[in-house]
């Protein structure tokens, strides 16, 4: 009580006319050490609930579950118990204070039972009450340990995203998501409850883009539209999370040498100190890391989806060209550039694909019968060879084929005698393609909307893409002919190995070497930035269009100089096809999954047995 010289009474009085306009962004708590936060709008509200009246003295929100049972009597609490802590995240025992059941009454527990008239939809699951009645559902709040994300993100329910006014302990941003038992999946809504995090390369409307550049998010104003990938995931019941680390410009940087506006994503696997490749680094970093993050969007222009993929043992895709149209998006090379997907469960992976590419996912389960291997391992020699070895005769065997080796540079110059080999001809074509795109889509808007708006100033840019963008214009070779070179190997290799079937797709499946668990430590200081030049098995799908999977097949131990103990890291193999058999490589993913063939991963220390990582135990 507020005391007033010369007035025993204190006054609150509503000025209409002056009043602000406070909105609420929603509320943090905390119950039982577990910080959750409620999204500003009430769900529901159940009037008349006097049974919890009291509750309230302690607090202004009290937790309770919403429970569905199909007759009288019929609720049993330590099942739902089992339930909940089985399926979702977010419940925990904390929420039993009180319960609102659907669908029966209730007799003999001990548990408050909420009645009151409802108004407004709730569905299973955790809610916070307030004392006038309003339901707020439950979020969960994780920090973002590996420095995954950019900035986190919540739907406002007009289609537009904000920041998430939350924080909690960790050192990184506050992530929240909803309870996974307020979602059933539906054909409309496939993906409804899947988590997704959405590299920040990808415009959210109502939220800034960075591309991996501070100047660049504070120098243009939050999006206006939201990337058509994004938007169908979104359709399809997504998500979205917030957006996550990208190396700048999406272009490739290693940790401790090149990123200087924004620090790589922690790998989470092995000793958690290893590079995690790039550019998609937050989105492989943090599916790797996070129980509670089911996808993460990327984008792989020359290896962006799969290197992150492979380094960190998942799925991961670079899908055929032109799959997803990609408005709103950061543009590398529009040539190259492809909206890929990194996932730990091949069939989650499988329906955000789906949803993502729509009528362009032809899905078939007619599968190649003839395997064509690129450099893969004969001998035994090593725990990745072994593994390597055997997942392909699993491979064969399931699908009865006749597999050989095949040699993509000598066949290259047994047919094509009078032109010069792959690594002669295609040197550059990579490098040529994203500079003089990037320079020209990127660069020259950038530095005149800075320039124009601090007077004649340069924003900062990292060494890469500064590096790789002065290569380019000192170049005398054009984008035409670094198109023309690229349509040459595509029309070859779609007419050599890499062949279309009515039948099965795709007349081949290729098949090459992942990564094989060898270390790249993240404090070692390497050589100033380079150009990627140079030919190699991952520019095969890059230049032919064709669509190139990453799939974890184990892990191979190593002596970890960060531990000075036996660490492992991930083995993962790569699948291609003709354009356009994306569809058929889902599909015979996941039926090798079904088959035993193909695991899950896991999140955490290590895929294949899970673990915290060592650097946050306890967490
Ligand atoms: C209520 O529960 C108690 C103890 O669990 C049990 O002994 C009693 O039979 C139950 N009564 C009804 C009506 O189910
Ligand atoms: C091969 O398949 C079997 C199941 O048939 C599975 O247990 C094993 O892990 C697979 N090995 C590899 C390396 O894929
Ligand atoms: C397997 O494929 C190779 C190369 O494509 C071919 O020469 C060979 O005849 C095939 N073998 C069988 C049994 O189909
Ligand atoms: C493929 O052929 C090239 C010659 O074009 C040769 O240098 C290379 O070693 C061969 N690769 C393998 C894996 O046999
Ligand atoms: C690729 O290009 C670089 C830079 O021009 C050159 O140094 C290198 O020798 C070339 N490699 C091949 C195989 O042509
Ligand atoms: C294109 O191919 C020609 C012929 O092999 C080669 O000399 C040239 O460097 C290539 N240019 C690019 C940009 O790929
Ligand atoms: C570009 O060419 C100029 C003039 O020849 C040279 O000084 C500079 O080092 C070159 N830059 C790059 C990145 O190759
Ligand atoms: C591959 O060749 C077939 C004809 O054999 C053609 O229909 C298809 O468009 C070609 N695809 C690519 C990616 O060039
Ligand atoms: C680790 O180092 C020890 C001692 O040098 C060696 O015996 C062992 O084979 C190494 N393990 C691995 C996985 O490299």
Redesign the pocket.
């Known amino acids: 009580m507020i005391s007033l010289r010369n007035s025993g009474i204190a006054f609150l009085i509503l000025v209409a006319n002056v009043q602000a306009a406070v909105s609420s962004t929603g509320f943090t708590v905390s119950l039982t050490d577990i910080d959750y936060f409620l999204p500003p709008k009430p769900v529901a509200i159940i009037a008349g609930c006097d049974q919890i009246k009291a509750a309230f003295a302690d607090g202004p929100f009290v937790p309770f579950t919403v429970v569905k049972i199909a007759d009288h009597c019929t609720l049993d609490v330590s099942s739902i118990t089992a339930k909940y802590t089985e399926e979702d995240d977010v419940w925990q025992e904390g929420f039993l204070d009180a319960l609102y059941v659907k669908g029966g009454s209730v007799c003999n527990i001990s548990t408050t039972v909420i009645t009151g008239t409802v108004s407004g939809e709730l569905k299973p699951g955790p809610y916070f009450i307030n004392a006038a009645g309003q339901v707020y559902e439950a979020w969960r709040l994780y920090s973002d340990v590996t420095g995954a994300f950019t900035e986190s993100a919540i739907a406002n329910g007009d289609g537009s995203y904000s920041v998430l006014p939350a924080g909690i302990m960790g050192q990184k941003l506050a992530l929240a998501v909803p309870s996974r038992l307020y979602f059933e999946k539906t054909n409309a809504k496939p993906l409804a409850g899947v988590r997704i995090g959405i590299k920040d390369i990808y415009d959210i409307k109502g939220l800034r883009t960075s591309n991996g550049n501070r100047a660049w998010y504070w120098l243009y104003p939050p999006a206006m539209s939201t990337a058509t990938p994004v938007q169908n995931l979104i359709n399809a019941g997504a998500i979205i999370v917030g957006k996550m680390i990208t190396s700048q410009f999406a272009n490739g940087e290693t940790a401790t040498a090149d990123w200087v506006d924004y620090h790589e994503s922690f790998n989470p696997r092995g000793d958690g100190y290893q590079d995690t490749s790039s550019s998609s680094a937050g989105g492989g970093a943090g599916t790797a890391a996070y129980a509670w993050l089911d996808v993460s969007l990327g984008s792989d222009t020359g290896g962006s989806v799969r290197g992150p993929s492979q380094v960190q043992g998942l799925f991961g895709n670079r899908p055929s060209h032109d799959l997803v149209t990609l408005e709103h998006t950061m543009p590398m090379a529009p040539v190259l550039d492809t909206a890929g997907l990194i996932a730990r469960d091949p069939l989650i992976w499988k329906a955000a694909a789906q949803a993502m590419y729509g009528s362009k996912f032809t899905a078939s389960n007619t599968y190649p019968s003839s395997i064509k291997t690129l450099a893969w391992p004969t001998e035994a020699d090593s725990v990745a060879n072994k593994l390597l070895i055997d997942f392909l005769a699993n491979v064969t065997d399931f699908l009865s084929a006749n597999t050989t080796a095949y040699n993509v540079t000598a066949s290259w110059e047994t047919d094509n005698p009078t032109l010069e080999p792959l690594s002669a001809m295609m040197n550059l074509t990579y490098a040529i393609l994203i500079t003089k795109q990037q320079t020209a889509l990127v660069r020259e808007l950038f530095l005149k909307d800075y320039a124009a708006k601090y007077d004649g100033r340069t924003p900062f840019i990292n060494p890469v893409p500064l590096a790789r963008w002065s290569w380019g214009d000192n170049q005398t070779a054009t984008l035409e002919e670094g198109i023309a070179n690229k349509t040459a190997f595509?029309?070859w290799a779609?007419?050599t190995f890499l062949?279309?079937s009515a039948e099965s797709c795709s007349e081949s499946l290729v098949m090459y070497v992942g990564s094989t668990g060898r270390t790249n430590y993240r404090n070692v200081y390497l050589d100033e930035p380079g150009v990627p030049l140079g030919w190699g098995n991952s520019r095969i799908s890059i230049f032919?269009?064709a669509p190139d999977f990453v799939v974890p097949i184990g892990e191979a131990p190593y002596n970890s100089t960060i531990t000075n103990h036996v660490e492992y890291l991930p083995v993962t193999a790569n699948f291609m096809a003709?354009?356009g058999c994306d569809g058929m490589l889902f599909s015979l993913v996941s039926d090798m999954h079904e088959a035993g063939i193909l695991k899950k991963a896991l999140a955490g220390k290590s895929g294949v047995t899970g673990g915290e990582t060592l650097y946050r135990r306890g967490l």
């Open positions: 595509m029309a779609n007419s062949t279309p032919s269009e003709a354009k």
